[in-house]
């Protein structure tokens, strides 16, 4: 009996302290999910937000009756130059994916055209301006002979936040503008809010 008693005695040790090995694993636990997920761990701005916004302005902007007058006008797909995207909320927001997927939603539609911009604009002149010295004259291509852009497309993102205990909401205000490079006559321009979420930090009733 007594050596029965040992015996459960070590097992009993032995599975509390593989318990506590397990609970004191620094390896982090990872799981993958379809990217079309809704991962809202947060509360904050995220990847879901951005692809709902971003394809539902473009859509609206591409809709817009006075962008329809402008094309006709032009006889062709617009050219769109896609800008920056102000950060003016109160959390870190890389705009930087907004203006990509922006162009992405745009490329997808099929009802018009971007050119580069930004860095990647100066690295295809930079490119450009070494063949002419590095490269044949039957391949080299022209300075001086890009597309130029119709319209610009730029925007802000701002946040309004209300609070009360626990209980906390965050709206998004994303505001997108298409404005005539030439003219600076601002064609189209509008605001998305369906971003609107509740967090409820722990111990909170929902």
Same mark, same amino acid.
């Given at each position: 009996?007594?050596?029965? &008693?040992?015996?459960?005695?070590?097992? *009993?040790?032995?599975?509390?302290?593989?318990?506590?090995?397990?609970?004191?694993?620094?390896?982090?636990?990872? =799981? &993958?999910?379809?990217?079309?997920?809704? /991962? #809202?761990?947060?509360?904050?701005?995220?990847?879901?937000?951005? /692809?709902?916004?971003?394809?539902?302005?473009?859509?609206?902007? *591409?809709?817009?009756?006075?962008?329809?007058?402008?094309?006709?006008?032009?006889?062709?797909?617009?050219?769109?130059?896609?800008?920056?995207?102000?950060?003016?909320?109160?959390?870190?927001?890389?705009?930087?994916?907004?203006?990509?997927?922006?162009?992405?939603?745009?490329?997808?539609?099929?009802?018009?055209?971007?050119?580069?911009?930004?860095?990647?604009?100066?690295?295809?002149?930079? $490119?450009?301006?070494?063949? +002419?010295?590095?490269?044949?004259?039957?391949?080299?291509?022209?300075?001086?002979? $890009? /597309?130029?852009?119709?319209?610009?497309? /730029?925007?802000?993102?701002?946040?309004?936040? #209300? =609070?009360?205990? =626990?209980?906390?909401?965050?709206?998004?205000?994303?505001?997108? $503008?298409?404005?005539?490079? $030439?003219?600076?006559?601002?064609?189209?321009?509008? +605001?998305?809010?369906?971003? !609107?979420?509740?967090?409820?930090?722990?111990?909170? !009733?929902?």
């Amino acid at each position: 009996m007594k050596n029965y &008693r040992v015996n459960v005695a070590r097992i *009993l040790f032995c599975l509390a302290f593989v318990a506590v090995l397990g609970a004191c694993s620094s390896d982090p636990q990872v =799981k &993958r999910v379809d990217s079309g997920t809704v /991962t #809202d761990l947060s509360g904050y701005w995220n990847n879901t937000d951005i /692809t709902i916004v971003c394809n539902s302005l473009i859509n609206d902007c *591409l809709n817009s009756p006075r962008i329809a007058q402008e094309t006709a006008k032009l006889g062709r797909l617009p050219i769109i130059l896609v800008g920056g995207f102000r950060n003016e909320s109160d959390e870190h927001i890389d705009t930087v994916i907004i203006s990509d997927t922006m162009e992405v939603a745009i490329m997808n539609s099929g009802r018009a055209d971007f050119v580069a911009g930004g860095d990647t604009r100066g690295e295809l002149r930079a $490119e450009r301006q070494d063949q +002419q010295s590095n490269a044949s004259e039957a391949t080299a291509k022209a300075l001086a002979n $890009e /597309t130029g852009a119709d319209f610009l497309l /730029t925007g802000s993102v701002r946040t309004v936040v #209300d =609070k009360a205990g =626990k209980t906390s909401t965050r709206t998004y205000y994303v505001t997108a $503008e298409l404005s005539n490079l $030439e003219t600076n006559v601002r064609l189209w321009r509008d +605001q998305n809010t369906e971003i !609107k979420k509740v967090i409820v930090t722990p111990g909170a !009733k929902f």
